[in-house]
């Protein structure tokens, strides 16, 4: 048995995509085209394996995020340096998290 799978690809360069495809592989310097191939048809198969993002993951990611942020409005004559209160803070979180509800 053969321990070798091969397969010999072949782009048209009258075809814009398959051109741009042959150009960045010809551009490939320290790297293995073989071991870039396999690496984008890995990528490829487990993007496809991935379950798609839907707004509540979305929604969830922003919260996460949020979190750690502290929003602070601008005033007339007001210096941007001031710290926030932790109630401060969660009010800001709790605002953003309501304003995010909004894109349902």
Known sequence: MQNDYRLNLRFRLDNPKEKQAAEYLQSL???????FII???????????????????????????????????????KSNT????????????QNVIEDLDMFD
């Not at 198969?45 to 602070?72: C, G, H, P, W, Y």
């Open 29 to 35: 310097h320290g790297i293995s085209r073989n071991q």
């Open 39 to 77: 690496d984008t048809i890995l990528s490829y198969i487990e993007k496809q394996n991935t379950k798609a993002l839907t707004i509540d993951d979305i929604r969830s990611m922003f919260k996460e995020e949020l979190k750690a942020v502290a929003f602070v409005s601008v005033g007339s004559n």
């Open 82 to 93: 001031k710290e926030l209160t932790e109630k401060e803070q969660a009010e800001n979180i």
